[in-house]
């Protein structure tokens, strides 16, 4: 594949990096759009995804450095070539830090906590699909080997050496596409829920279908990436995403769970208020008719 896009001059212009941008900036768009469809300030929300984009950044590339303090101390130098390094640990790390700025954020500019969240799960399940693809071009979360079979007639090849050095793809091997799977799956995942996004039942469910979607997208495609660097839990049952997918499953189903009491409503579509009018006649309705005079009055009065 193609780890490096292109090159201007002696720069080199990462394939991951590239497409991990479009789909930033796809992402952020789509996120104006979904805010207005909840009816929240579509400036609060950029500013929002801003900042907790900035915050895994920042906060997954300074894991990065004290993991590797000692070796960096030695070769300076090497600080350049951090952005080229990708491992599931540094993507977790960097949601739980875009989780936090994104929660701190919403809290002080007072923004209901269910429907920002349902406002940027399409956007988060775009990005996911275009960070796969990048991972595809740049060989990093690369799949197992393919053999023989029908899955051989759409395998992939890294024969570029900076896939091995970025990312430890074997080279010359014919691979699972694995990032091609996710990312067909990810971006499945934000169509369904940015057309279920006006017909929630209450604020929050999609946001629970983010979770339960990513989880399971996660769990079935860990079957064929290769399992180097990425754990092994109940003696090689699951590796450390598929647990990590197993908790957002089950706590995309607690999310999804019918809360008690009132509900924030922050602009639910139309479709639903006229739903609930027809269920709640609204007040003028519910109030006695004022009855026109009949003409036996109209005879009194005269």
Known sequence: MHPVLFHVGSILIPAYGASAAVGVLLALFLAQRTARVAGLNTGQIWNL???????????????????????????????????????????????????????????????????????LAAPVALGLAFEQLGALLAGSGYGTEIKVGIAAHWAVTYDHPLAARWSGAPLGVPLHPVQAYAALGFLTLSILLLFWLPYRNQAGDDFGMLLMGAGVAIFITEFWRDPEGRGAMLGGALNGPQAAAVALVLVGGLVLLERNGPVEDCGLPVLHKEHERMRHPSSITDSPMIEEPSAKDEAAND
Request: glycine residues 6%; proline residues 4%; contains cysteine.
């Open 49 to 119: 995804c801003v900042l907790s984009l900035f915050a895994a950044l920042v906060s997954s590339r300074l894991l990065l450095v004290a993991f590797n303090w000692t070796d960096l101390r030695l070769h300076p130098k090497w600080l350049l070539g951090l952005a080229m390094i990708h491992h599931p640990l540094l993507a977790g790390f960097g949601a739980l830090a875009a989780s936090a700025t994104a929660i701190l954020y919403g809290r002080s500019q007072r923004l209901p906590l269910w429907s920002t969240a349902d406002v």
